[in-house]
């Protein structure tokens, strides 16, 4: 959505009128003499009218308050007052002044869609909306009123009564370069990604300098896959403006995605040039760093991410994975615990604890985390797998059947889980039954019979296992 803080200048009045160059001399004259002599209430008004549209509004609001003492009784002088005092983020005097408008003119529909504004930026939802009401039944077709209620159901989640809205805004007036872009975001949000491209496609027609809008436009490319597209997106968002951190980010991911590493950490290193302390940009910048096989880059990247956010449990996952990549188990289950201690719920965490205690040797503990795997997703066959194997390593014959029976369950076409359950079945002397597994991993595998060749080299002639190397 756009921002609202400020009101459009369309809000506050009467335009300024097309000066002469010798009234726009005598005016700037004015003005740098300090404007004490200026008491005519036409030319204060153009006076705040200026100051308000160059976002001077403390001295907008000096000559507002000079115009109230001359016409204490002008709605629009306290309208004028209210908006200024918005746009100075002070709410709750803003409101006061539109009530004062209201009590003095009580079917000002514009005063009505400030106040909406007003207590939108407090957070009344409830009492924005209703005053937005006030407004439409006083002027059912009025833009901006309806346009500002759409806004609040936005925010309210309520897209499908806020798209409704943006529909009725643009059969008034099908140029309405808000409203295409709101009913972008609501399609966005909506789920209706084409729509939104078209909508937000519409409004760049009507407004393309507005980076907001060509940012948007990329993250609706880049969530249904179009990366190159939303990379264009991102493009002319910075062209417009450089600065624009979120934009240099979401390039470099949509780089990522289309496996331009370099181009990614180009644009992370950018994007954190205008905001040094972005965790996520840290974060992705040592991802790429990682799939580059760079692994002291990366640690260097999630440790910094550390140093800000130390409950950041996913780069304590990087930290491990670059460990471990390097060799160095003990430090790399050092970070996965912390890791799961931090996210207990997440599965891969615990997988990554058990794998580190394997290569380590520490089998119960490893057990221990691949049961905890089990629990947190029972429907994933690898798991399974290398829990039924391990207790097998263990001696834990009948539980690590079990396991491996509930992998070729979850994957029948798993060929090493017959070869393991084969391997338990021979060393509890049950050849029959053992070679009814290497039968099935064979036939699914042919491969494992060298594997077979080199771990039961006496078997292979064995009457049992024999016939299997026939086939």
């Excluded at 976002?55 to 109230?68: G, P």
């Excluded at 009913?183 to 966005?188: E, N, T, V």
Aim: with cysteine.
């Amino acid at each position: 959505m756009p921002d609202y803080n400020k009101n459009n200048e369309d809000d506050i009045g009467p335009k300024l009128n097309r000066r002469s160059e010798e009234d726009v001399r005598r005016f700037r004259e004015s003005l740098r003499n300090g404007g004490k002599d200026i008491n005519n209430p036409e030319a204060l008004e153009e006076i705040i009218q200026f100051y308000f549209e160059h976002d001077k509004f403390d001295d907008a609001l000096t000559y507002a308050e000079r115009l109230l003492s001359f016409e204490p009784f002008s709605a629009d002088a306290w309208q004028r007052k209210g908006m200024i005092l918005n746009n100075l983020f002070r709410y709750n005097d803003a409101l006061e002044c539109f009530d004062k408008a209201l009590s003095l003119n009580p079917n000002d529909t514009e005063a009505y869609i400030n106040k909406g504004i007003t207590l939108d930026n407090l957070n009344k939802i409830a009492e924005s909306m209703a005053s937005f009401d006030k407004a439409l039944e006083l002027d059912p077709s009025h833009e901006d009123a309806l346009l500002h209620k759409g806004i609040t159901l936005e925010k309210l989640e309520r897209f499908v009564e806020a798209e409704s809205i943006f529909h009725h805004v643009l059969q008034i007036n099908p140029e309405h370069t808000d409203a295409w872009y709101e009913l972008g975001y609501c399609y966005d949000y909506l789920d209706k990604p084409a729509e939104s491209i078209r909508c937000y496609n519409e409004h760049l027609n009507r407004d393309p300098f507005n980076y907001n809008a060509w940012y948007n436009k990329g993250i609706v490319h880049n969530r249904i896959g179009q990366f190159t597209k939303a990379i264009e997106s991102y493009e002319y968002a910075i062209v417009i403006k450089e600065n624009f951190a979120p934009a240099w980010f979401n390039m470099g991911n949509a780089h990522a995605n289309l496996g331009r590493l370099q181009d990614a950490i180009r644009c992370f290193k950018t994007s954190l040039t205008y905001e040094p302390k972005d965790i996520s940009a840290l974060h992705n910048l040592g991802n790429a760093y990682e799939e580059l096989n760079d692994f002291n880059e990366a640690l260097s990247c999630y440790s910094s991410v550390i140093e800000i956010d130390d409950t950041h449990h996913e780069s304590y996952f990087g930290i491990g994975c670059c460990h471990d990549a390097l060799g160095r188990t003990e430090q790399a289950y050092i970070a996965y615990k912390k890791a799961v201690d931090i996210h207990p719920e997440y599965a891969e965490y615990w997988y990554a604890c058990g794998d580190a205690l394997y290569n380590l040797g520490r089998i119960n503990e490893c057990i221990e985390c691949y049961l905890k795997v089990v629990e947190l997703d029972p429907k994933d066959s690898e798991i399974w797998f290398d829990l039924g194997d391990t207790l097998g390593e263990r001696g834990s014959h009948y539980k690590a059947l079990d396991a491996l029976r509930e992998c070729i369950k979850l994957d029948p076409k798993f060929a090493p889980a017959y070869f393991s359950r084969g391997k338990i079945l021979i060393s509890m002397n049950l050849m029959e039954d053992a070679s009814k597994e290497f039968s099935k991993a064979f036939d699914l595998a042919p491969e494992l019979k060298k594997e077979f060749e080199q771990m039961f080299p006496i078997l292979v002639t064995h009457r049992l296992f024999a016939r299997l190397f026939e086939k």
